[in-house]
């Protein structure tokens, strides 16, 4: 110690007397990136006399508030590595300190040191700092981002200049394309009118045309400006800087080639416009004759290029082939006929050219006189003619037009499932929103056709002892009929004249041949010949002015007799101007042929070789030429002279019908009725779809919708998918079904509106022909499907799940055998035998997949789920990608033809679970058949009537997965008393939309859950290897949620029906549509010509 002592005072410094340390430096400063460690040393020297044992201690950090609600952080940032020690006087101790960060900041600490004994002069605080950076993370980008932005910026300024160079080159003006043409004609014409779907043909060219140079000289010619007084192109912007200059364009430069309206290329959407600017369009304003009747006779010419020319038919050329081939076989064939039966062959001549030489002419008079001369006597030559003309047709001609009737029929049903897939559904709705609505025009001291909406009820049939058909108006057919006929009261607001309300109710009966050829009917004879077979609608009058009340001055039922025979008088009372508000109904309308454009008459068919007995009636339809119908209307209502059609039927709609269709002089103006309004407009709400009329309409509903889906708490409401079921009958029709995949096709386009996707369920006889024509499982007697129709349906599954729609299908069916004794276990059921399917579902996915078509350039096929039945589609793609993610290494693997799905375990294929109730569910499906009775199917002998009970759970859980559902067609053969199905699917969507039973079922969810929890606890101690592959199998399966189910629609007359029938309230559901056929065409993307001849509304 006494040296010590002695050391400090030889370097100046002298020891204090008792125990004193100083510390040097007074602070620390760290300086480190993120999760990088810096360190400094601390000198601590003993200054005093004493011997000093000291620890560094960290201090508490100190509260910026009296009270904080922010947790310490814990993280130790910064380490003493020398925290305790002895130091002796004079002695310096160097102690290290460090700091590691994990985040970026600044971080701040404090130090104690703790000495015994305790320093005289206590170092209570060594304060520290520190900052932790991060290091920049992205300089590779911004560097990748800087070379690119300096060469994009190189490649402009040498494409600036390269067009520069390309544009100040002399070109010349680019020929105009020649119109004389016809080639160049339908490619320009069917160009420019490629929106209206007109096709071009020489005389609509030469008809439009002429029209074109009328409207021009009816438009008022506009100013042209003064060639110097022409306004600049380029205004340079104040501002610094130097001042842009203007890119001066070369006078040699080509000019662009002008639009093709101003070429001289007719377009009826541009003379449309042209004739809207014209004055007498106003509502209220005076109508020029001149304009009006440019207006008809351009919508006649727009009718007429609409129709499709039989060489732009898909069979055109299959046609052409089979003419050919039978035509190119006549001369060896004949010369060979002329041979077998000893005649020598004749040379075949063809005619000569009509600009053809007189040596040429004369050549061949010579060799057509030595043809003459090897003919034998007329008799053999007649003979042998007709050996040839039978055998022909029998070996040749026949099975030529057969293999062409065959070709032909699959390319023109094919054809139309792609056409009815190349339409979304705002291409479906959209042209049917922006019509002009009977609000919107001035009805005041007019006469007014309304067209009164009957497609909500079925057409009556005449009952055994009746004569005609009877109407009866009853239960909710007679509260729909009051609900349309308040159409009628919203016109007589409008104080019009008169109200002609006209109904279209069934279809007349084929007339009769006459007895007397040369005898002569008029035409209200052959009306109430037609009458004979339809209803009249004279009940509705009592109805109408119930409902009319005091709105209208009179009601009167206009007979036949009265509107085509006195005609005058009565017209005279229509346009009496002394009394306003007179409603007048007309006689059922169907049975004018002029009205409804068809004329079906019964005929003898000449009689087939080897036939006996009397050949049977068959029924000619004949289509009257529109000069004809509307000719008719120009002459029934030239007197009455209407100015306004109300078109309030949505079904008569789909049907081009004199009065609403016609384009006769002084034909009504056209508007559309509430009744049609509300049916869009309710479907449009119901299924929460944004498309409108307009863009700017559909901008806003679906920023409504979008904002409408947020809950309370801004989160968006899960998605959950669809549910469509899909059902129906008489598809012994092929055009029923062919209709029924249509609406298929257009139903599967909500999928692009739906977040939670589209989910499809086949039922009724739509099931049995997806399964048999598709799938090939047998499906018994029925239905009848040859090739064409097989194509169609895979034309149809390709259009619907090429969009990411699946389709489930029956997992068991019920049926029924025809003309056969049923088993003894299915007497007491009484209503036919359950097949389960899952056999034939195994059996479906041990064949090579189907294939389906080409979709974008892919081979699709069908994926079996044959656990829950559903289709799924798989393309090449799919199967390349799932190879090269399992085996990345392995080549060729993408031109392998795709294989099945193996099948799962028997106890995976089998139905779903028995519903909730097993014992009720006993008592009210049929009996089920073991699988062995039916291992393929449904045999032969046997029908599909219904929907079995393994398919209603099925359909369970699909509702219970589903944010809402939309049902068209039976599930069963209800008219036969198979309503089983149907009754329980009706029933479980009306549980859905009350939330009826929700509660039970969930318990009783949870109660089989406990129940196989403890069977297999139990189970665990003596099960075998099979039966743990079993449990951990079901523990695996997800487990089921219910989602929240928002909305339901029914479409079609006969599910409306039915809903009234099996439903305890069908006002649960939200939308039942009640147009009938109307809706269901629209969406199935066909023609609506009632609503297209409405007007449109003008863009504000």
């Known amino acids: 110690w006494q040296f010590e002592q002695d050391e400090l005072a030889g370097a100046g410094m002298v020891p204090t007397e008792g125990p004193h340390a100083e510390v ?26 004493a011997v000093v044992q000291f620890e560094w201690v960290q201090n508490l950090p100190e509260q910026s508030f009296q009270e904080s609600i922010l947790p310490q952080d814990g993280t130790p940032y910064f380490t003493c590595h020398q925290t305790s020690g002895r130091i002796l006087p004079g002695e310096v101790v160097q102690t290290m300190f460090s700091f590691t960060a994990d985040k970026p900041g600044t971080f701040t600490s404090s130090w104690c040191l703790k000495t015994y004994p305790e320093l005289k002069e206590p170092i209570t605080q060594l304060a520290m700092n520190a900052s932790a950076t991060l290091g920049d993370l992205h300089w590779e980008r911004r560097s990748a ?58 005389q609509t060219w030469d008809t439009l045309s002429a029209l074109r140079e009328q409207v021009e000289s009816m438009v008022p010619a506009r100013k042209q400006t003064d060639e110097g007084a022409k306004i600049p192109t380029f205004v340079p912007r104040p501002g610094r800087g130097h001042a842009p200059k203007p890119k001066v364009e070369p006078p040699s430069a080509a000019e662009p080639l002008p639009p093709l309206e101003s070429l001289g290329v007719p377009s009826i959407s541009r003379m449309r416009q042209q004739l809207d600017q014209l004055p007498g369009t106003e509502p209220g304003a005076e109508k020029p004759a001149e304009k009006f009747e440019v207006m008809r006779k351009l919508e006649r010419a727009g009718r007429t290029a609409r129709q499709c020319p039989l060489e732009r038919s898909p069979v055109w050329w299959m046609a052409y082939e089979t003419v050919m081939e039978i035509a190119l076989t006549v001369p060896s064939k004949w010369a060979a006929t002329r041979q077998r039966n000893g005649l020598e062959p004749v040379p075949f001549l063809a005619p000569p050219e009509d600009d053809a030489s007189p040596g040429e002419l004369e050549q061949y008079n010579l060799k057509l006189e030595e043809r003459k001369s090897k003919l034998a006597p007329e008799e053999k030559e007649a003979e042998v003619r007709d050996i040839f003309c039978r055998g022909f047709a029998k070996n040749k001609f026949g099975p ?11 390319a023109s049903l094919t054809t139309r499932m792609t056409r009815a897939g190349t339409f979304s559904l705002g291409d479906r709705l959209r042209p049917h929103l922006g019509r002009l609505s009977s609000e919107a025009i001035e009805m005041a001291s007019n006469v007014v056709l309304y067209e009164l909406d009957m497609g909500f009820m079925v057409p009556p049939l005449a009952s055994d002892g009746e004569e005609r058909p009877s109407l009866i108006l009853q239960g909710s057919d007679l509260e729909l009929l009051k609900q349309r006929l308040r159409g009628v009261v919203s016109v007589l607001e409008s104080v019009p004249l008169a109200v002609l309300v006209t109904v279209h109710l069934g279809e007349p009966k084929p007339d009769k041949p006459k ?42 039922f206009v007979p036949h007799e ?32 002029e009205e409804t454009g068809v004329r079906r008459t019964w005929f003898s068919p000449p009689p087939v070789e080897g036939q006996t007995g009397e050949t049977e009636m068959e029924v000619a339809l004949h289509r009257l030429p529109w000069a004809s119908r509307e000719g008719w209307a120009a002459r029934v209502f030239r007197d009455i002279q209407p100015e306004s059609l109300v078109q309030d039927s949505l079904c008569q709609s789909c049907q081009s019908m004199t009065l609403s269709t016609g384009l006769w002089p002084r034909a009504p103006q056209r508007v559309v009725g509430p009744s049609i309004e509300v049916e869009l407009a309710a479907f449009l709400d119901a299924l929460q779809l944004p498309i409108r009329a307009t863009a700017a309409e559909e901008e806003a509903a679906r920023a409504e919708l979008e904002q409408s889906v947020v809950d309370d708490d801004g989160k968006a409401a899960a998605p959950a998918p669809l549910l469509i079921v899909l059902g129906g009958g008489d598809f012994g029709r092929e055009e029923v079904l062919l209709k029924k995949l249509e609406l298929l096709i257009g139903l599967s386009r909500l999928a692009q509106y739906e977040k939670g996707g589209v ?42 799940m090429r969009t990411g729609v699946a389709i489930s299908l029956p997992l068991d069916v019920v049926c029924q055998a025809e003309g056969e004794e049923p088993p003894a276990e299915a007497k007491e059921s009484g209503n036919g035998i359950v097949v389960p399917l ?13 294939f389906l078509g080409v979709a974008d350039g892919c081979d699709c096929y069908i994926e079996l789920d044959v656990t829950h039945g559903i289709l799924k589609l798989r393309s090449r793609e799919d199967d390349a990608a799932a190879v090269a993610e399992v085996v990345p290494d392995a080549g060729g693997a993408a031109d392998v033809a795709p294989e099945a799905d193996a099948p799962a375990d028997a106890a995976d294929a089998d139905a779903p679970a028995d519903p909730a109730d097993p014992a009720e569910a006993a008592d009210a499906a049929p009996p089920p058949v073991p699988p062995e009775c039916f291992p393929g199917g449904v045999p032969s002998p046997w029908r599909v009537k219904d929907v079995g009970p393994a398919t209603g759970e099925q359909l369970r859980m699909l509702l219970r997965r589903s944010r809402g559902a939309l049902w068209n067609g039976s599930l069963g053969r209800c008219e036969e008393g198979f309503e089983k199905g149907t009754q329980d699917f009706v029933a479980m969507l009306e549980s859905r939309l009350t939330g009826a039973g929700e509660d039970e079922e969930d318990e009783e969810d949870e109660e089989e859950a406990e129940d196989e929890e403890a069977e297999d606890e139990e189970g665990e101690e003596e099960s075998g290897d099979g039966e743990k592959e079993e449990q951990v199998r079901k523990d695996s399966k997800p487990k089921e949620r219910r989602a929240e189910f928002e909305m339901a629609a029914v479409l079609g007359r006969d599910s409306r029906k039915l809903l009234e029938n099996f439903a305890e309230n069908p006002a649960n559901v939200p939308f039942i549509s009640s147009t009938g056929e109307g809706l269901l065409q629209i969406l199935r993307g066909g023609t609506v010509p009632g609503l297209q001849a409405c007007d449109s509304k003008k863009p504000v």
Not at 400 to 410: I, L, N, P, S, T
Not at 545 to 556: D, H, I, L, Q
Request: charge should be negative; include cysteine.
């Open 145 to 202: 981002l800087q070379e690119f932005i300096k060469k994009e910026q190189t490649i402009s300024l040498a494409s600036e200049l390269a067009e520069d160079i390309v544009e100040a080159v002399r070109l010349q003006p680019p020929p105009l394309p020649p119109l004389s043409e016809p080639a160049v004609q339908e490619r320009l014409f069917e160009e420019v009118n490629a929106a209206d779907g007109l096709f071009w043909s020489p």
């Open 400 to 410: 030529a037009c057969g293999r062409f009737g065959a070709v032909a029929k699959e």
């Open 838 to 850: 899952a056999e034939s579902w195994k059996e479906a996915a041990k064949q090579p997949p189907v």
């Open 562 to 593: 009265v509107l085509l025979g006195s005609n005058a008088e009565f017209a005279q009372k229509v346009r009496n101007e002394n009394v306003e508000g007179k409603v007048f109904l007309l006689e059922n309308m169907s049975a004018v042929a």
């Open 24 to 49: 040097s430096p007074a602070k620390l400063h760290f300086q480190a990136d993120v999760k990088r460690q810096s360190a400094q040393t601390l000198r601590l020297r003993n200054t005093g006399t």
């Open 515 to 556: 007895e007397d050829p040369e005898a002569e009917v008029t035409e209200l004879q052959e009306v109430q010949l037609r009458m004979a077979g339809l209803a009249t609608v004279e009940p509705i009058m009592e109805i109408l002015r119930e409902v009319v009340g005091s709105a209208a001055t009179s009601c009167e």
């Open 759 to 800: 989910h499809i369920m086949a039922a009724g006889e739509l099931a049995p022909a997806l399964l048999g024509g598709v799938l090939g499982m047998p499906m018994g007697d029925g239905l009848s499907l040859d090739g064409a129709i097989k194509a169609a349906l895979r034309e149809a599954l390709l259009e619907v």
